[in-house]
């Protein structure tokens, strides 16, 4: 069964650098979350879409910005990155409907030196 | 504020026997409980969800309880398998909030052959 993919797998960025993750829902999934998971912490929720539009946010920096497109993917971008930026993140996805039963993406490893 | 807490940060146990790791929670307005398991650096994967309204849940080897009016669920594992061994986060989802998820800190597992 097809899961949720996300690119790339790991980034390396210099502080104050940009940076864009990707994520790809499962086919017909029109909900996708996105969450950060900071080294032994549990992953904290940042931002969530459903149909394209933003349903939540939550402890999203303002130099973190997102959106989903009509295909349904979804993108983070990042800006002004800081070391406290290095983290795991982690894309989920979901039929809203049945929110009970979300599934992640593999995770994006993101260094900033 | 934790509020879905993970008590135990580890459990050792011989493989065969039965696995049960805890998870207390303080939000009355949860809707729907999930237990994820999680290999480092890779995705949490998907176990098993119960919603507030059951108090049990079972599929295959895996079984969650959940107790309301004491605001702990547990999730068991029978027979524990080496395979097993990850760590094993509790989350939840509020009501009529978009299904983000609130995690605990999680469980290192731990079954020895």
């Known amino acids: 069964a097809a899961g949720v993919i996300q690119s790339p797998r790991h980034l390396i960025k210099e502080k104050r650098e940009t940076a864009t993750l990707k994520c790809y829902p499962i086919p017909r999934h029109d909900t996708v979350y996105w969450y950060q998971q900071g080294p032994g912490q549990d992953p904290q929720f940042l931002i969530s879409?459903?149909?394209?539009?933003?349903?939540d946010k939550g402890s999203i920096p303002d130099r973190f910005s997102a959106q989903q497109f009509s295909d349904y993917h979804s993108e983070l971008n990042m800006s002004s990155l800081e070391l406290g930026d290095s983290a795991l993140y982690f894309c989920?996805?979901?039929?809203?409907?049945?929110?009970?039963?979300?599934?992640f993406g593999p995770g994006t490893r993101l260094t900033v030196l | 504020d934790q509020q879905v807490k993970q008590n135990s940060p580890s459990l050792s146990v011989q493989e065969g026997r039965i696995s049960i790791l805890n998870c207390d929670y303080t939000?009355?307005?949860?809707?729907?409980f999930l237990w994820y398991k999680k290999y480092p650096a890779e995705g949490p994967t998907f176990l098993i969800s119960?919603?507030?309204?059951?108090d049990k849940n079972e599929d295959g080897r895996f079984t969650v309880f959940l107790n309301k009016s004491a605001k702990h669920l547990s999730l068991h594992i029978v027979p524990s398998q080496p395979g097993d061994s990850a760590v094993y986060f509790c989350a939840a989802t509020v009501y009529n909030q978009g299904g983000k998820l609130i995690f605990g800190q999680g469980t290192e597992l731990s079954v020895k052959p």
């Open positions: 939000n009355s307005m949860f809707d729907y």
């Open positions: 879409f459903y149909e394209k539009m933003q349903s």
């Open positions: 119960i919603s507030s309204i059951k």
């Open positions: 989920a996805s979901a039929n809203q409907g049945l929110y009970n039963e979300q599934f």
